[in-house]
């Protein structure tokens, strides 16, 4: 099976709030780093949005909050290849386009504070837009490309049946937005054909995205044969991975994943996959778990 | 963020500071108050050690700035620094960093501190240029 991407909506929307002051920075930070990869971003993307938030509510703590304390919405999301954070509060307005632009030739003289953040913000991300409104309150959204593979939007699915009720089924390419839906479709397809448990060998995946931990979490559903959940809801169909824990400890894993790459295993253990779903480095011990 | 203060005798008596911890709103006044202070003591020739400094924001950049305007010699022409500048020959002769992570530099680059601070990698080497 192959997927061309196609209008990627990836159906993850998280959001937390922080109330306080500056002393909110560093779990902000700690937020945004984690948050930014399993979007689908990587080092560089998440360093980039944790410095650009870094910089935007230490700005909004020293200068729009009158007292300095203040609370800001911290929501991040995906649109297509781009990684959003917003930020929304209420505090002082300013206007960005009177915020000169740091001489950058020499040293900084005095200059009106929040400058070299502004400039810092606005080359880290590709977009960055300030809307001011004293009734709802001010949004500050900013954008970046993500570096996402070459391979984005590409997936093929290799299935292998080594016996009645196991499915193997090799994952090449890139699990995301466009292309998620038929991975659980795919399973979709087995369990009438007696398939009841299945091992995902994504030793060829180099990229997964929040989609494809959506996938993750509907194809276990699906094999403890409950409907799967709609992926529209998002972050909490994620959440309900919970209900995994409480599965009893004897019973055998109805799914399993084979050789993650470092870049796919540092999303799943950043998601709180890894303690749910078991990975394995080979496809013997995989099967003799699920067998 | 934790500080500590050492002292390197090169062809000039060279304190070196040391940094362990983010540098960013939270942390830099601590920072820059600790070399105000060495300053008023008596240093002349500042070393600022970031091999700890996991992370650093636009506030970290400022107080180096700031540390840098305090170090300038009196007898430092303007007209020439300026000159040295534009020329990109110019690195401040009193304020030199020391082996900053990938990520740091990346940061001191894009404000282009760099382009007037000194980045050593190597400590001998570093007293050394001063």
Not at chain 1, 113 to 135: N, S
Not at chain 1, 184 to 197: D, F, H, S, Y
């Amino acid at each position: 099976m192959r997927a061309r991407a196609g209008v990627t909506r990836s159906p993850l929307r998280l959001t937390r709030t922080f109330e306080g002051s500056l002393e909110q920075l560093a779990l902000m930070r700690e937020f945004v780093v984690e948050t930014a990869q399993v979007l689908g971003g990587n080092q560089e993307d998440a360093f980039a949005c944790e410095l650009a938030t870094d910089e935007a509510a230490t700005n909004i703590f020293n200068h729009a909050f009158e007292t300095g304390q203040g609370r800001i919405t911290l929501t991040m999301w995906r649109q297509d290849a781009q990684v959003v954070t917003r930020l929304h509060y209420q505090g002082r307005s300013f206007d960005p386009s009177r915020i000169p632009e740091p001489s950058l030739t020499g040293p900084l003289e005095e200059r009106p504070a929040g400058g070299l953040g502004l400039y810092f913000m606005r080359q880290l991300m590709d977009q960055v837009d300030f809307e001011f409104d004293a009734v709802n309150g001010n949004v500050l959204t900013m954008r970046r490309i993500l570096n996402i593979p070459e391979r984005y939007g590409f997936m093929e699915l290799q299935i292998e049946r080594p016996s009645g009720n196991i499915a193997v089924i090799h994952v090449k390419g890139s699990v995301d937005g466009s292309n998620f839906k038929q991975l659980i479709e795919q399973v979709e397809t087995l369990i009438p054909q007696g398939v009841e448990r299945v091992a995902l060998e994504i030793s060829g995946c180099e990229y997964m995205s929040s989609s494809g931990l959506v996938a993750l979490n509907a194809i276990t559903k699906l094999l403890r044969g409950e409907r799967a959940p709609d992926p529209e809801n998002g972050w909490a169909v994620l959440k309900t991975l919970d209900d995994a824990r409480s599965a009893p400890a004897t019973a055998k894993p109805t799914l399993a994943l084979i050789n993650p790459t470092p870049r796919v295993d540092r999303v799943l253990d950043l998601a709180g996959l890894k303690n749910i779903i078991p990975t394995y480095s080979d496809t013997a011990s995989a099967l003799a778990a699920l067998g | 963020m934790e500080l500590a203060v050492t002292t390197e005798q090169g062809r000039v008596p060279v304190t070196v500071l040391h940094v362990k911890g983010n540098l960013d709103s939270t942390t830099f006044l601590t920072f820059q108050n600790e070399a105000e202070k060495l300053i008023s003591g008596g240093t002349q020739d500042l070393l600022v050690d970031l091999n700890e400094v996991p992370y650093m924001s636009s506030a970290g950049l400022r107080a180096l700035n700031h540390i840098y305007n305090l170090l300038r010699a009196k007898n430092e022409d303007q007209a020439t620094v300026t000159k040295g500048l534009v020329n990109g020959t110019y690195k401040s002769p009193h304020l030199k960093l020391l082996a900053p992570r990938p990520r740091v530099k990346d940061t001191l680059k894009m404000s282009g501190l760099d382009m007037f601070l000194d980045i050593r990698s190597d400590l001998k080497d570093a007293v050394a240029a001063f």
